[in-house]
């Protein structure tokens, strides 16, 4: 495990600033599509490498709404991941869904 100190230019202020207002929001397409934008815009500014991205507070700050939308548990992402095998063998899958 290392270190690394991640610089407040132009890019990573405003992709703080949305990472900060996107915790209210409900709407999962449009938390993930500024989510990309932010990512891009990060790299491009910081050159940042995948590692440095995934470990990013920013992309942490929107994983953890995201987690938070899906009500996200242990069960519920194995019983996800077992319905993604279901589903792409072509099996019908019943899941619960949990209203905001």
Known sequence: MSNRTFHADNATQQAARNAAAVQNA?????????????????????????NEVNNHPIVLAYVSKLNSLCRMTSEREMAALQAIDQLARGEDVECEVIRL
């Open 26 to 50: 409900v709407n999962l397409r449009a938390i993930v599509a500024r989510l990309l934008e932010d990512i891009d815009s990060m790299r491009q500014s910081a050159g940042l490498d995948g």
